[in-house]
Protein backbone atom coordinates (compact mmCIF):
# COMPACT_ATOMS: atom_id res chain seq x y z
CA UNK A 1 0.00 0.00 0.00
CA UNK A 2 1.42 3.37 -1.35
CA UNK A 3 1.92 5.96 1.31
CA UNK A 4 -0.15 8.49 -0.51
CA UNK A 5 -3.22 5.85 -0.05
CA UNK A 6 -6.10 7.50 1.72
CA UNK A 7 -6.93 4.65 3.91
CA UNK A 8 -3.33 4.82 5.43
CA UNK A 9 -3.55 8.90 5.83
CA UNK A 10 -7.07 8.27 7.34
CA UNK A 11 -5.66 6.10 10.12
CA UNK A 12 -2.97 8.19 11.17
CA UNK A 13 -4.82 11.37 10.97
CA UNK A 14 -8.13 10.07 12.02
CA UNK A 15 -9.18 9.86 15.72
CA UNK A 16 -12.27 8.80 16.54
CA UNK A 17 -11.65 7.50 20.23
CA UNK A 18 -13.86 9.93 21.63
CA UNK A 19 -16.53 7.77 20.09
CA UNK A 20 -16.11 5.04 23.25
CA UNK A 21 -17.07 7.80 25.88
CA UNK A 22 -19.78 9.53 23.16
CA UNK A 23 -21.74 5.99 22.86
CA UNK A 24 -20.72 3.95 26.07
CA UNK A 25 -24.17 4.34 27.37
CA UNK A 26 -25.87 2.96 24.37
CA UNK A 27 -24.26 -0.59 24.65
CA UNK A 28 -25.58 -3.19 26.34
CA UNK A 29 -23.68 -5.81 28.18
CA UNK A 30 -26.00 -8.86 27.40
CA UNK A 31 -27.32 -10.24 24.18
CA UNK A 32 -25.05 -10.35 20.43
CA UNK A 33 -21.71 -9.05 21.32
CA UNK A 34 -22.06 -5.10 19.54
CA UNK A 35 -19.91 -3.64 16.40
CA UNK A 36 -17.06 -1.89 17.92
CA UNK A 37 -18.33 2.20 17.51
CA UNK A 38 -15.06 3.11 15.89
CA UNK A 39 -15.06 0.12 13.65
CA UNK A 40 -18.84 1.19 12.90
CA UNK A 41 -18.06 4.53 12.03
CA UNK A 42 -15.25 3.88 10.10
CA UNK A 43 -16.96 1.03 8.01
CA UNK A 44 -19.50 4.23 7.37
CA UNK A 45 -16.98 6.77 5.88
CA UNK A 46 -15.70 3.86 3.47
CA UNK A 47 -19.30 3.62 2.47
CA UNK A 48 -19.57 6.82 1.95
CA UNK A 49 -16.52 7.09 -0.17
CA UNK A 50 -18.22 4.16 -2.45
CA UNK A 51 -21.63 5.26 -2.10
CA UNK A 52 -22.76 1.84 -0.49
CA UNK A 53 -25.75 2.60 1.31
CA UNK A 54 -26.20 -1.27 2.68
CA UNK A 55 -24.59 -2.44 5.99
CA UNK A 56 -24.77 -6.06 4.29
CA UNK A 57 -22.97 -4.86 1.32
CA UNK A 58 -20.26 -2.66 3.78
CA UNK A 59 -19.84 -5.11 5.49
CA UNK A 60 -19.27 -6.84 2.25
CA UNK A 61 -17.37 -4.59 0.68
CA UNK A 62 -14.58 -4.66 3.58
CA UNK A 63 -13.94 -8.18 3.87
CA UNK A 64 -12.62 -8.32 0.35
CA UNK A 65 -10.31 -5.32 0.52
CA UNK A 66 -6.59 -4.84 2.80
CA UNK A 67 -6.95 -1.47 2.28
CA UNK A 68 -10.46 -1.41 4.28
CA UNK A 69 -8.99 -3.57 6.75
CA UNK A 70 -5.81 -1.54 7.26
CA UNK A 71 -8.33 1.74 7.85
CA UNK A 72 -10.29 -0.48 10.16
CA UNK A 73 -7.29 -1.70 12.07
CA UNK A 74 -8.84 -5.64 11.72
CA UNK A 75 -6.45 -8.61 10.71
CA UNK A 76 -7.47 -10.92 8.38
CA UNK A 77 -9.09 -13.64 10.70
CA UNK A 78 -11.22 -11.68 12.59
CA UNK A 79 -14.66 -9.82 11.62
CA UNK A 80 -15.81 -6.58 12.82
CA UNK A 81 -16.90 -7.95 16.10
CA UNK A 82 -13.61 -9.13 16.68
CA UNK A 83 -14.55 -12.76 16.67
CA UNK A 84 -12.51 -15.56 15.14
CA UNK A 85 -13.69 -16.49 12.16
Same mark, same amino acid.
Given at each position: ?????????????????????????? $????????????????????? $?????????????? $????????????????????????
Amino acid at each position: MSKENLYRRLRKTLDLSFLYKDTEEL $YGNTGNPSIDPVVFFKLLITG $YFKNITSGRKLVED $YSMRKKVFYFLAMTLTRNCHGIQR
